[in-house]
């Protein structure tokens, strides 16, 4: 096996371990609200806790598979072309990555603060 053959057998498991994370991610999180559903109590929480675990899983598996993509175009393919390609395909990713992360919290990322305003503080590093 030379370089390029052992990078791309490499990418194809960070590419598969990306799409394990979505579908496994998937699974626990409709796992995880069936019981919420059947219980009358949780009822009304389940579905916001199913659409905020759902969509990090994906989000997970987004910046996985964003990882092979890097990992491809700098190694195996150093193409001016495929540097285009690895640049639609990373704004494409950001572009669906961002707009999850705003359908989850239901507030742009510079809003949060408004919405929630002890997470966003303790969620800013200390300040030395």
Known sequence: MDF???ISAGVQVVEAAGAIIMVLGGALAFAVALPRVLRTATRT???VGLRRDLGRAILLG???LIVADIIRTILVEPT???VLVLAVIVVIRVVLSFSLEVE???VWP???WRVDPVASVSAD???H
Do not use: I
Request: avoid cysteine; glycine fraction near 4%; aromatic fraction near 10%.
């Open 104 to 106: 989850m919290d239901g």
């Open 125 to 127: 590093p200390p300040a």
């Open 62 to 64: 987004l910046e996985v």
């Open 110 to 112: 510079w809003s949060r």
């Open 4 to 6: 390029e053959q052992v």
């Open 80 to 82: 001016v072309e495929s």
């Open 45 to 47: 929480q389940a579905y």
